[in-house]
């Protein structure tokens, strides 16, 4: 690890906690690569899933169900 990652990291614990989180996020953001037509096709597939589930075309699980049935499951 560079000197300067250290210096930021350590620059960053004084931050509050608020700041921390705000910081992370930034970080995150930058390492994320979408294009407008990436985002784009996500909404339009949410949107897709929300009405075929307000039609009653789908059914909706709740995630603690969910993950319990997968952990049952063999390898």
């Given at each position: 690890?560079?000197?300067?990652?250290?210096?930021l990291i350590e620059?960053?614990?004084?931050?509050?906690?608020?700041d921390r989180a705000a910081l992370v996020e930034a970080l995150l953001?930058?390492?994320r690569q979408t294009t407008p037509?990436?985002?784009r096709a996500w909404?339009?597939?949410?949107?897709?899933r929300l009405a075929d589930w307000r039609?009653?075309?789908c059914e909706a699980v709740d995630a603690h169900?969910?993950?319990?049935?997968?952990r049952q499951r063999p390898a």
């Amino acid at each position: 690890m560079s000197k300067r990652i250290e210096d930021l990291i350590e620059a960053a614990a004084e931050l509050s906690r608020a700041d921390r989180a705000a910081l992370v996020e930034a970080l995150l953001q930058s390492l994320r690569q979408t294009t407008p037509d990436i985002d784009r096709a996500w909404v339009e597939e949410a949107e897709r899933r929300l009405a075929d589930w307000r039609a009653g075309r789908c059914e909706a699980v709740d995630a603690h169900s969910l993950l319990a049935d997968l952990r049952q499951r063999p390898a």
